[in-house]
């Protein structure tokens, strides 16, 4: 088959993400506007038992903090961001707490920001990705879960154990660590992974340096991204990565015809959970060289542009629909080869 879905969408080669736990109001002092500079989205990882409120958590280094409520969150939404559970309470999950943790909080966090929320990050520490908790993950319909290890996602990894890299000024001891705006990148390229950056709240300097970074480093980092990234990179908040990356390991492809004059091909998904919100991937097809003069693929009956790649080789997103066909046709000799 001369088919073949992109690891990422829009044929990109790496992807990038950032998320910032507890969801707090003072993001829009520094990090919202800086997103909106750039144009990437971010991702808050709200507790649903502190919507709206003063922080005021044990030994809690943002205590005074406010986390933001369901309009401000309805905000981010509007901008692109996403809306992740960090749990009721912000404690250790036992089996017990299992159901108000991450069903009774999810719901509430839904109603708030009355959108689906789809994703589950652990706080604290890695203790919040035991087993009882990632198989409640599972049972509960969530489509991953993140964690605090350090390091990049695989294409093809499964999403109930995402890494994420920690944009902090400094690492806790014993190793600690120089500030590093390239953290993982020379990895997400090498690899073709996805980088989830997560930090707090940059400010002027940051409020905990094992907890988070500064405003400046936050540019750096976003600089460095683009910088490194060009055209290759991904950008884009977690919900639309993980719902590609389902859709692409669901996805069936039933070759309808293969010949000199046309392709044509039948999409479905097996499988594929119903709360997954995008189902749009992007696809390439090898063709010989005379029919790129004005590529187009037929969704539906309908054409729709498609890019030219390289010689021979078509690149095209589409929505996926459940039976949708596809056909590319080489029967249209080129316009010079036409009598006027
Ligand atoms: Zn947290």
């Known amino acids: 088959m001369s088919l073949k879905v992109c690891d990422w969408k829009h044929g990109k080669s790496w992807v990038y993400s950032i998320t910032y736990d507890e969801g707090l109001v003072d993001l829009h002092r520094f990090a919202i506007p800086l997103h909106e500079e750039f144009g990437i989205p971010g991702h808050v990882e709200v507790v649903a038992g502190h919507l709206g409120a003063v922080r005021q958590l044990g030994q809690s280094s943002y205590n005074g903090f406010r986390h933001m409520n369901g309009e401000e969150l309805r905000d981010l939404l509007r901008r692109g961001w996403g809306v992740g559970n960090h749990s009721w309470s912000h404690e250790v999950i036992t089996p017990q707490m299992v159901d108000r943790e991450l069903r009774q909080a999810r719901e509430v966090i839904e109603e708030a920001i009355q959108a689906p929320v789809l994703l589950y990050c652990a706080p604290g520490d890695n203790t919040n990705m035991s087993d009882h908790v990632l198989a409640a993950c599972r049972q509960l319909g969530y489509l991953g879960a993140m964690s605090l290890t350090d390091g990049v996602n695989r294409s093809q990894a499964e999403l109930f154990w995402l890494n994420r890299t920690a944009l902090h000024d400094q690492f806790y001891g014993p190793f600690f660590s120089e500030y590093d705006p390239y953290r993982n990148i020379r990895q997400a390229q090498q690899v073709g992974g996805w980088i989830i950056d997560y930090c707090h709240c940059p400010l002027e300097e940051p409020v905990h340096r094992n907890k988070d970074c500064s405003q400046a480093q936050l540019r750096q ?59 749009q991937l992007t696809l390439e097809l090898q063709v010989p060289g005379a029919w790129c003069h004005s590529p187009s693929v037929w969704v539906q009956g309908a054409p729709r542009p498609a890019a030219l790649v390289r010689p021979g080789l078509l690149r095209f997103t589409v929505e996926v629909e459940e039976g949708m066909e596809l056909e590319l046709r080489g029967d249209q000799p080129s316009p010079w080869a036409r009598r006027a």
């Open 221 to 279: 980092r976003f600089e460095a991204v683009l910088g490194e990234g060009g055209e290759a990179v991904w950008c884009a908040a977690p919900e639309e990565v993980v719902s590609y990356h389902l859709c692409r390991r669901h996805l069936q492809v039933e070759v309808l015809e293969e010949n000199a004059q046309r392709r044509r091909y039948r999409l479905g998904f097996a499988g594929l959970p119903p709360q997954v919100p995008c189902r």
